[in-house]
Structures are given as C-alpha cells and as structure tokens.
C-alpha cells in the first residue's frame, strides 16, 4: 500500500524549520520550489543561488531569466511547469552541494515528487541529474537523452548557468529544449 501523499505546504514547512546541515545557519531563507502543483513537468536544479536566497525561490537570477527563454523552446512557461533543487538553502559561495547536503535533503525533493506527481523531470545538470538517476554517468554524456527512473520520464539537460559562461552548451540546450517540446507533444507509444 502506498503512502499518502503530503501536502505541498506540509512539506514547505519541513523545508522551513528544516536544521539537519550546516547550510541552514547560513541561509536568508530556504528555497522550496515554485510552480503548478499538479505540473506534467518538474523541473530539478542542484542548489539555490545568492539571488533565489534572497527571495525565496528557484531560478530568479540570469539562469532563470535564461531558464524561462529555454522553456519557450519547448511550448512551456513557468507557470506550466513546478521548478525545485535537490538542496533547499544555498552552499557557501555557491559552490557544488556536498553528497552529505544531498543525502540529508533528499526526502524534500522526494515527498515534492510524490505529492506533484510528474510524467516528465528534466534535470539541470550534473548533481539533479546523478541525483534523479542514481548513476556516475556525467550530464556531457546524458544531456538530451530521454531517460527513465521508475514511473519518470527524465530528460537531463546542461544547467542553464553554464550556458551562461559556455556558448556551446547554449546551442546544446536550445536543442535539448526543442527535442522537450517535441517528445511532450509526442503520442505516448512514440515516447517509448
């Protein structure tokens, strides 16, 4: 028998009071995720950002700004989709999240899956990516390939970010984008 699904807004607060890291002393706030609740599409990045700190949600600075643009892409907007992080408070000087920080944040994203219920997780990255798919094997190697883990569609992606700083990834993801938006519109038989 399966477990009832938490409200989003329960699990909101567990993120808020959460102190099981370090990263909690050194937060403005935490960073739950935003989005449609019921969305066909969950969108999963690493970690939040001085900017997302600052206001509380995913994908505010240049890689959400970015992030919407690539979305387009794919015939989606923000509001279509529910955007999260695998860590809910910000590394120090934004560096990579620490396999302990994600091993103690992990049943976030995970009761944030169940109660969302997505067909499709496109995962920004390397550390959403390893994470989502349980594997060693690299987003360079991954990126636009559609994938599986359990029920999930999963369609790992570079992070935008590094598109910022590295053009061809940019043109990577633009098609990535477009290969999303034509494997949402593909009849389910076709998908497989």
Same mark, same amino acid.
């Given at each position: ?27 403005t706030q935490t ?41 387009? %892409?794919? =015939?989606? +907007? /923000? $509001? ?5 992080? #695998? ?6 000087g934004n560096r ?63 992070h935008p970010a590094?598109?910022? %700083?590295? =053009?061809? +990834? /940019? $043109? ?5 984008? #477009? ?14």
């Amino acid at each position: 028998m399966s477990r009832p699904q938490i409200p989003l807004e329960q699990i909101r607060a567990q993120v808020q009071a959460c102190k099981k890291c370090p990263l909690a002393d050194g937060r403005t706030q935490t960073v739950f995720g935003v989005g449609d609740p019921q969305a066909r599409v969950l969108i999963v990045g690493e970690a939040p950002g001085k900017n997302e700190d600052l206001q509380g949600e995913p994908f505010v600075g240049a890689a959400g700004k970015y992030l919407n643009e690539l979305l387009s %892409y794919a =015939g989606l +907007k /923000r $509001e279509d989709v529910f955007i999260a992080n #695998v860590l809910k408070c910000r590394p120090p000087g934004n560096r990579d999240p620490r396999p302990e920080e994600i091993q103690l944040c992990a049943d976030y994203l995970r009761e944030q899956t169940r109660t969302i219920d997505p067909e499709w997780i496109v995962t920004l990255g390397n550390f959403a990516t390893k994470f989502i798919l349980r594997t060693d094997v690299g987003i360079t190697r991954l990126h636009g390939t559609l994938q599986q883990a359990g029920r999930f569609k999963v369609f790992p992606v570079f992070h935008p970010a590094a598109a910022l %700083y590295d =053009g061809k +990834k /940019r $043109e990577a993801l633009t098609n990535d984008f #477009v290969i999303l938006g034509q494997l949402l519109q593909a009849p389910k038989q076709e998908q497989q």
